[in-house]
């Protein structure tokens, strides 16, 4: 008897998926020697100290599984950070939990909080995890725009959004891609807004320490309002130079930590363990997220420094380690098409806003990734200066 080879035929979940143009732009940079200034990840080490510390833990014997919930050491110095920057108590044992990284930290909130049917409202241009993750968890997704160039909250458009079917509104700060922070004030706005209702909030603050020139993170735990029925989303990869670690953390009320943790256990279990001490044991000192943001400014100021000596028009970077650019004094191109251009005839990548938007709205900016060594922002300064 023949047997056919045959792949059953697949329905999609997420048809419109496909490459993202992360990994066209990384292709298309490396096949033309060009600077990658697209994806978002630093190009210099960690901390040594911190090498050492994952080392010495192994050594130590921890190489198992650790606590579903994450080592109780690196939840206690989560919530004694929490409690020191923004003067809000949460249980370690309750309402911490360690992730394999923010994006997991996401989707796990979402698959437990949202029900075929529900809306979660998106504000665009945003990361581009949110929307397959709210699609896959049955949700629909309402997308509510930032107000083009500027990229502020419009909370007009928010309240019309909101519907009694709305379960969730994400929002990010400081964000990807646009560099902007929340105010408190918008902050506030929000609480008012979402204050006479059940709607939930998913608050990805990846960028968390890295805000400048003398502001402060409004970390939705600041808030009463918000932080009872939030999501508090981070990443030690972000905030250590480690991205390719995948740890991260949410903080949320032990109600909510509960439906957490239950979608958790059965979507990763739980995370690298001698990692998760050697965060624990770096995290007694709290100089290297207090000195992240003068570090990351200085490379701000450099990377601008070198772009305002051409017909690139920068947007004001507030936060996280992005500069966004409008070209419209340059070329007459579309987003996607400059960022080829610029790829292969400048030697620079970089990534198209219109790519965080699933309408693909143009408004002529792109974006930059200045998290790099300061040789690699100076080459790519260099090339740039021919605009």
Known sequence: MQVLERTPTLQTKLPAVGTTIFTVMSQLAAEKGAVNLGQGFPDFACDPALVNAVTSAMQSGHNQYPPMTGVPALRNAVATKIEALHARK??????????????????????????????????????DSYVPNIELAGGTVVRVPLTPKTFRPDFEKISAAITPKTRAILINSPHNPSATIWSEA???QLQDILAPTEILLISDEVYEHMVFDGQQHQSATRFAGLAARAFIVSSFGKTYHVTGWKVGYVAAPASLTAEFRKVHQFNV?????????????????PAPYQELPAFYQRKRDLFLSGIQKTRLKPLHTQGSYFQCVDISAISDLN??????????????????????????????????????????????LERLAKL
């Open 90 to 127: 949460y249980s370690a044992d309750t309402e911490i939990t360690i992730t394999a990284g923010a994006t997991q930290a996401i989707i796990t909130a979402i698959l437990a909080v949202v029900r075929t049917g529900d809306e979660v409202i998106v504000l665009e241009p945003c990361y």
């Open 186 to 188: 918008e902050m506030l």
């Open 269 to 285: 279990f739980t995370v690298n363990t001698p990692v998760q001490h050697a965060l624990a044991a770096y995290m007694a000192s």
């Open 335 to 380: 987003e996607a098409d400059f960022c080829k251009w610029l790829t292969t005839e400048i030697g620079v990548a970089a990534i198209p806003l219109s790519a965080f938007y699933g309408n693909g709205f143009d408004q002529r900016v792109v974006r930059f990734c200045f998290a790099k060594k300061d040789e690699t922002l100076l080459l790519a």
